[in-house]
């Protein structure tokens, strides 16, 4: 049942959205500066770009009193995500306005909204530290010779909300390069249904009121290395079996780490380099650190209010 109900949930979730872009007339094309970010989009569900030097420096100087936190937590050996990142408040929110500027003039707004069929902005992004220290992301899979090479690759479970990952230190291969796998969700040729079982099977038995929490015992998104778990999978029929965070599921030395590891495109570079995806259809991992830290903006795209729903808020504010 708890299955049943997340399928409901996201049907209802892409029903709205395929009715959100036909009413707002998707063949619109935007200007020319994004045609070329907008192909990108379509054809490899990805670009690569880098944000002005003098804008990353505004935003680190906003993050800093929190980055000082984080450095803090990970000393005392606090190293849950929630210890080394934050989503909201005043320096979030002025670095989401500096962002919303930086892609309105690159043109990334524009291509990310032709995409979507209908007008999109950065409607919220979480700072985050990462260190080597931190672990939560190891493969909880016994008896394997090495870890697999695919560790967290994933798809996103929206298909309403597309991605950046904004870097604000250097980062190189030794400290938690972003990876994408271009096509490889073509590849798999998943059926329509199977995708949707996929993207949500892997919160069956996570919320705290439900019956099965106690019983799977999952690591974070590590769902198939609770044998409960995988085992009720596993009744699924062949057809629908999908779980959208196989990286974490490729066993060393097989054909599909090969295929994976054949298409991963690794994303170094200075403080500004970035990407822009649809995680729901472009396979992804946050990198793996081993030494030194990186500083990154997850960021999240959504939908444009509208006008009308702007001024309102402005007048309840103005006289609250």
Known sequence: ???LSECQRMLRTELGHFAKA????TGKFPGTRSRPLLQQLRSERHYFSALPAAAVEEMRQLAEAHLA??????RQGRLRREDLSVNDGPAVQ???????????????LDAVSAYMGYPMMVGGLALELSVPQATWWANGLQGLPRPALTLYAHLDESITAPKSIVYLSAV??????TSCYPHAYEDLGIQPLQEIIGRVVGNVGNSMDSPLRAHYQKRYHQSVTSEPFRRHFMRLPPELRFNSHLGWDVLPDSELESALVARERVMTGPPGTLIVFD????????????QGERIALQVVFDQKPKL???IIGKIKRAIA
């Open 22 to 25: 036909s009413a707002a007339k």
């Open 94 to 108: 002025a670095i989401a306005r500096i962002l919303n500027r930086e892609f309105d003039a690159s043109g990334t």
């Open 172 to 177: 190189e291969p030794c400290n938690g390069p």
């Open 308 to 310: 009308r729903s702007r």
């Open 69 to 74: 936190g984080f450095r803090e937590n990970a």
């Open 1 to 3: 049942m708890e299955l």
């Open 279 to 290: 995680g729901a259809r472009l396979f992804h991992r946050g990198g793996l650190m081993q």
